[in-house]
């Protein structure tokens, strides 16, 4: 069975908020994903907002799967909506100055790594949240 997608589910049913996904799993994909945005490279620590992306748009079957996720600045997130990965790696490439290859190698990369949920709980464990976690970063 393919974990990277799944049958579509009205948004409205279901809702979302940040309840979809344990701040371990947030975190350690931050982590994973060396705390920057996969498509701009933009890190938290030049003050972006960091958020979740799902590669398979959640819209069009994508499953929460950490191999499905990315992490995405809001600007970033914003910009692609529902777009494929492809389409919006080179509209990205085109305002980033760089190559849609080199986006969308970089986030097989992060894909391919290993979530750390352990390092990921110590942290929450000692500053009280994820985004906790987050601000002590800037």
Request: aromatic letters at 8%; one cysteine or more.
């Amino acid at each position: 069975m393919n974990t990277l997608v799944k049958t579509p589910v009205n948004r409205k049913q279901k809702n979302q908020g940040m309840n979809w996904i344990s701040q371990y799993r947030r975190l350690a994909i931050y982590a994973r994903d060396g705390f920057a945005c996969c498509y701009c490279f933009s890190s938290v620590e030049e003050g972006i907002q960091l958020t979740l992306d799902h590669l398979t748009p959640y819209s069009k079957g994508g499953s929460h799967h950490e191999k499905n996720l990315v992490t995405c600045c809001r600007r970033c997130n914003s910009a692609r909506g529902n777009r494929d990965l492809q389409t919006f790696a080179y509209a990205a490439a085109s305002y980033k100055e760089i190559e849609a290859k080199t986006i969308l190698a970089h986030v097989n990369s992060c894909t391919d790594r290993a979530l750390d949920i352990k390092t990921a709980k110590e942290l929450i464990a000692r500053r009280g949240s994820c985004r906790q976690v987050l601000l002590e970063m800037i």
